[in-house]
Each structure stands twice: as C-alpha cells, then as structure tokens.
C-alpha cells in the first residue's frame, strides 16, 4: 500500500514558477514509478510527468517539456514537479501516482496509487 500527499499548489501569475511535492508512505517507495497527472476543468485528466524509481529515465509530456522537471528523493520518499515558465492552459489539479514496478510510458491505468490533488491557478 502507499498513500501520497500532495502540496504546493497556489496561484500564481503567467511566467512564474511553483514547486509540488509528493509525500509518499509505504516501505518500498522506490520500486514505484511516480508520475503527475493534471486535469483542467471539463477535460480529460492528461499525463504530465513520470519518472522511473531509479531516477534513471523521466517522460514529460510534450506540451510542459523544457518548463517542467520531475525528480524524486527515494530517501525521503517524495518526488517533485519543478514548473516554470507556467502558462494559464497549466491551470488545473495535479494529482501525484504511483505505478509499482512499471515505465515511464505506461498509461495512466496502470497507476494504482494516486494522491487528492493540489490545484494550481496560473493568471494571465
């Protein structure tokens, strides 16, 4: 079993950056794949980020790649979404996941852990 907590969601203005964290619990923390997945209102939730529990490979998705940077601190238990140069269409919840043993391309059914969410608001 493994629950995540998000944080680090807020407001924030067109150009500027903000910091999520995933807090994770459970014992093997690093044979997960974790990823960040978002969902704006009235859209279907999108993959953002994965990265794989050796830290070895990342994936992004191609509409955040060159702003955003996902890394993971398998010591601590929580990985990160660095966002910068945000955009309003990033406005949305970001959720945190957890697929064990999987790839950084796998899809979003393969996830079996996610966290509630934390919504970031980007204004123009």
């Known amino acids: 079993q493994v629950q995540l907590v998000e944080s680090g969601g807020g407001l924030v203005q067109a150009g500027g950056s903000l910091r999520l964290s995933c807090a994770a619990s459970g014992r093997t923390f690093s044979r997960y794949v974790m990823g960040w997945f978002r969902q704006a209102p009235g859209k279907e939730r999108e993959f953002v980020a994965a990265?794989?529990?050796?830290?070895?490979?990342?994936s992004y998705a191609d509409s955040v790649k060159g702003r955003f940077t996902i890394s993971r601190d398998n010591a601590k238990n929580t990985v990160f979404l660095q966002m910068n140069s945000l955009k309003p269409e990033d406005t949305a919840v970001y959720y945190c996941?957890?697929?064990?043993?999987?790839?950084?391309?796998?899809?979003?059914?393969?996830?079996?852990?996610w966290g509630q969410g934390t919504q970031v608001t980007v204004s123009s």
């Open positions: 996941a957890a697929a064990f043993r999987g790839g950084v391309d796998d899809p979003s059914s393969r996830y079996s852990y």
């Open positions: 990265i794989s529990w050796s830290v070895s490979s990342t």
